[in-house]
């Protein structure tokens, strides 16, 4: 997945623009034999951080969904097959993540959020 943007329009409901940006845990916890993959990802994870320090003067939100595992889709049925099922992040849950983090009020922002799924690894 790792440091995908995408660009989404604000709920009508909130009308506030907003930005998110995806990435693996990586960025925040690198392992052996990743070094280069986390050094991208800590890239993203910082230009993400300063985007939403500039931005947010002009009530712009920009936050960072931190996807912790494999998603499960069509695409990665092949890879996921033999896992548990909670061992594969779901979909809609993390669409629901990141509906979450469109829809907040600007009383409480989230700037970084992480979904891990139960039955895969977490290292915090």
């Known amino acids: 997945m790792g440091g995908r943007r995408r660009d989404c329009p604000a709920p009508r409901a909130a009308a506030r623009p907003w930005r998110s940006s995806s990435a693996r845990a990586t960025s925040a916890a690198p392992s052996p034999g990743r070094g280069l993959w986390a050094a991208g990802a800590a890239a993203t994870r910082a230009l993400v951080h300063a985007a939403a320090q500039e931005l947010r003067g002009e009530g712009i939100h920009v936050a960072l969904l931190i996807v ?35 829809q907040q009020s600007p009383q409480a922002l989230s700037h970084e959020l992480m979904v891990t799924p139960a039955g895969d690894r977490w290292v915090p």
């Not at 061992?87 to 979450?100: I, L, N, T």
Request: charged share 30%.
């Open 68 to 102: 912790d595992g494999t998603i499960g889709s069509p695409k990665t049925e092949r890879m996921t097959r033999d896992m548990a099922p909670d061992a594969v992040a779901d979909q809609g849950e993390v669409a629901r993540a990141a509906v979450y983090l469109a």
